[in-house]
Nanobody, 124 residues
Framework: QVQLVESGGGLVQAGGSLRLLCAAS????????MGWFRQAPGKEREFVAA??????????YYADSVKGRFTISRDNAKKMVYLQLSSLKPEDTAVYYC???????????????WGQGTQVTVSS
């Protein structure tokens, strides 16, 4: 079992930055792939970024829409996952969710555990 709690969301102007945090609990955190997804009003939840577990190299993956602007990282000792958001655009406005799964993936169904989400609003 893994419990996930996101924080760090807020209101920011276009071009600004935010750092989202995901605090995890559970003894087996290190063995999980971690992902970030987002969901805007009236839209489906979509993949943003993912990072494999350390034993698989800690490789990172990004949606094309955020590549070069967002950075995912993890600190296994602290059981934390981070998503650095830079050069934010109004279309990045959404609720951002942290997720944990056995293997890295790009779909909602790839992940077993989910946090409650944190709101990111980017004003133009």
């Amino acid at each position: 079992q893994v419990q996930l709690v996101e924080s760090g969301g807020g209101l920011v102007q276009a071009g600004g930055s935010l750092r989202l945090l995901c605090a995890a609990s559970g003894r087996t955190f290190n063995s999980y792939a971690m992902g970030w997804f987002r969901q805007a009003p009236g839209k489906e939840r979509e993949f943003v970024a993912a990072i494999t577990w350390s034993g698989d190299g800690g490789n990172t993956y990004y949606a094309d829409s955020v590549k070069g602007r967002f950075t995912i990282s993890r600190d296994n000792a602290k059981k934390m996952v981070y998503l650095q958001l830079s050069s934010l655009k109004p279309e990045d406005t959404a609720v951002y969710y942290c997720a944990a799964g056995g293997v890295v993936g790009w779909t909602v169904s790839s992940y077993t555990y989910w946090g409650q989400g944190t709101q990111v609003t980017v004003s133009s």
